[in-house]
Nanobody, 114 residues
Framework: QVQLVESGGGLVQPGGSLRLSCVASGSIFSILSMGWYRQAPGKEREFVAQITRSGRTKYVESVKGRFAISRDNAKNTVYLQMNSLKPEDTAVYYC????????WGQGTQVTVSS
């Protein structure tokens, strides 16, 4: 079993920055990929960013150039640095880990508003 603990969400003004963290613990030998999804009110959960164990990254088009995903394999931790935040980035952000199998965090709220 794997537990995921997210942190770093909050309220920020448009143009501001936040850094999300997700720590994985439990029965982990090696995590293949770690990432983030988000779900805005009334919308389906969408992919945001992913990073493989080797460091290869992938982003949804709407966050390219603004968000940066990174990971610390030794600490089983993934980060999402979010810059130039927009109101449309408001959502609950979920950590996703694929060991396999796949695990989800409980979510952390990010609100971008003036």
């Amino acid at each position: 079993q794997v537990q995921l603990v997210e942190s770093g969400g909050g309220l920020v003004q448009p143009g501001g920055s936040l850094r999300l963290s997700c720590v994985a613990s439990g029965s982990i030998f090696s995590i293949l990929s770690m990432g983030w999804y988000r779900q805005a009110p009334g919308k389906e959960r969408e992919f945001v960013a992913q990073i493989t164990r080797s460091g290869r990254t992938k982003y949804v088009e709407s966050v390219k150039g603004r968000f940066a995903i990174s990971r610390d394999n030794a600490k089983n931790t993934v980060y999402l640095q979010m810059n130039s935040l927009k109101p449309e980035d408001t959502a609950v952000y979920y950590c996703n880990v694929y060991v396999p199998p796949e695990y989800w965090g409980q979510g952390t709220q990010v609100t971008v508003s003036s």
